[in-house]
């Protein structure tokens, strides 16, 4: 089935650096990923549209200058935290659909990236 | 905008018996789909199940079903014969029907615990 892989796993960092987070399409090629923020205990806050070969579309009161979103090829976009720092810290998730299949086809999810900034 | 509801943040059930977590949602519009999201410990999320409103058929998957009614903006997922492995976080989804890159709005979640 279609798989999207996600990363790192879990990154560490100091405060004031540049983390850069990967989500890879297998099997795939996907025009469209989303990416995700998730505190403990609660639901996926949906940051941005990731659109291969264009800009991305970020939803209201997330900052693009903080979080930069390059979706380069059909197979691999990228979140870019710059200068992260502790308030940061949160769980990433990456997700993607099939292109050209209908609303009904399930996004397949990363297994997301822990960042913890010191 | 489309918005999605689960009021209750923690359910518990005693293994081997059936539960049934709680979604509504608002729309205006009139075709759309809607999914079942599991986040269990390890914090991947797996589809559980998926219905089209245009379906008047509740979805099942195996030991899962789902309560679909539409007038009523509706969405419970029941899950019988409970089993350790379904503690987990439950999200319910809504989606657009604008085609695969439509992107899915979720409730808040509800925490399911098993009881042995």
């Known amino acids: 089935g279609a798989v999207v892989s996600q990363h790192p796993s879990w990154v560490i960092c100091k405060s004031g650096t540049s983390v850069k987070i990967e989500c890879r399409s297998l099997d795939f090629q996907a025009t469209t990923m989303f990416w995700y923020r998730q505190f403990p205990k609660q639901s996926l806050m949906l940051m941005a549209t990731s659109n291969e070969g264009s800009k991305a579309t970020y939803e209201q009161g997330v900052e693009k200058d903080k979080f930069l979103i390059n979706h380069a090829s059909l197979t691999l976009s990228t979140l870019t935290v710059t200068s992260a720092h502790p308030e940061d810290s949160s769980f990433y998730i990456c997700?993607?659909?099939?292109?050209?299949?209908?609303?009904?086809?399930?996004?397949?999810f990363g297994d997301g990236t822990r960042l913890s900034i010191l | 905008a489309q918005t999605v509801t689960q009021s209750q943040p923690e359910m518990s059930v005693q293994e081997a018996e059936t539960v049934t977590l709680s979604c509504t949602y608002d729309?205006?519009?009139?075709?759309?789909?809607l999914f079942w999201y599991k986040q269990p410990p390890s914090r991947q999320m797996i589809l559980v199940i998926r219905?089209?409103?245009?379906?008047?058929q509740n979805a099942t998957e195996n030991r899962f079903s789902v309560n679909f009614q539409k007038a009523a903006k509706s969405f419970s997922l029941k899950i019988s014969d409970s089993q350790l492995g379904d503690a987990a976080m439950y999200f319910c989804?809504?989606?657009?029907?604008?085609?695969?890159?439509?992107?899915?709005?979720f409730g808040k979640g509800i925490t399911l615990s098993v009881r042995p």
């Open positions: 997700s993607a659909s099939i292109p050209g299949g209908r609303s009904n086809q399930p996004q397949h």
């Open positions: 989804a809504y989606r657009r029907i604008s085609g695969a890159n439509s992107k899915l709005t």
């Open positions: 729309t205006s519009e009139s075709d759309y789909y």
């Open positions: 219905q089209e409103a245009y379906k008047q």
